[in-house]
Every structure is written in C-alpha cells, then in structure tokens.
C-alpha cells in the first residue's frame, strides 16, 4: 500500500504537466501553422510586437482579437468566415488601431478547417496582463 502511494505521488507531478506540455506543442504546431499560411505577414501574437521590417503589424495582434471576442459564442464562426473571405474596408472595427483597414480573403492560403483551428487557438489565449 505505502509502495503503491509512493508510486502515486512520483507520477502526479508528471500527470499535472502533460496538458502544459500539449498545450506548448499545440502552440507549437499552430505558430507553425500560421507561419505557413503566411498570418504573420500582417499579425502578430503579442501587442506591441514589431514584424521583422520594424514596422507595426497589419492587423491586430491576436491577444487583442481574443480579448475582443471573449465570451462570444459566435466568434469562432465569425472569425473563420472573415479569415476564409476577407473583412470590408468599410466597416473596419479595427481602423486606428492598426495599420491595414481590411482582411484580404485567404482561401489559397489555409484551409477552412486549418482557419478554424487557428481561430479556435487564437481565441484561447489568456488575457492580456
């Protein structure tokens, strides 16, 4: 009995760390995902980060897009339409913020579903601190 509890308390550390682990090789595959699809080109994860040309970001960073979007339940939908066909210049609820005023579609770069996922990654990151 003491043998198998001490079995126990050795393996509880390494159970609690495997969703940190997931969760760093899910962020992992999806910062490689969005590379892929070229995201980064106008986004970035963190506000305030500068892309390699030392400019601003296109488009909001995605901490912004997930405090924007917390609680909505149809966001993830929402989102996935708006990355799949593109945002309209006109009713830019980013405009001030950022230096692009509209999403260009992106149907040959990602597949719906791989914009769902990104999305869904997306909208999971913890609040801006």
């Not at 999806?30 to 070229?38: D, I, R």
């Not at 708006?82 to 260009?104: D, E, F, I, Q």
Request: proline share 9%.
């Amino acid at each position: 009995m003491t043998r198998t509890l001490l079995l126990l308390a050795a393996a509880l550390p390494v159970a609690l760390a495997q969703p940190a682990l997931a969760a760093n090789d899910n962020d992992a595959v999806m910062k490689a995902l969005a590379s892929k699809s070229g995201c980064f080109t106008c986004h970035h994860i963190e506000p305030g980060s500068k892309g390699p040309n030392g400019m601003a970001p296109v488009g909001p960073d995605w901490q912004d897009v997930a405090d924007k979007y917390r609680g909505n339940p149809d966001a993830v939908d929402a989102l996935t339409h708006t990355v799949m066909t593109g945002s309209n210049p006109y009713a830019s609820h980013w405009k001030g913020r950022v230096s692009g005023l509209a999403m260009p579609p992106n149907a040959v770069a990602v597949t719906e579903a791989d914009a769902r996922r990104l999305v869904q990654w997306i909208l999971s990151m913890p609040p801006k601190q």
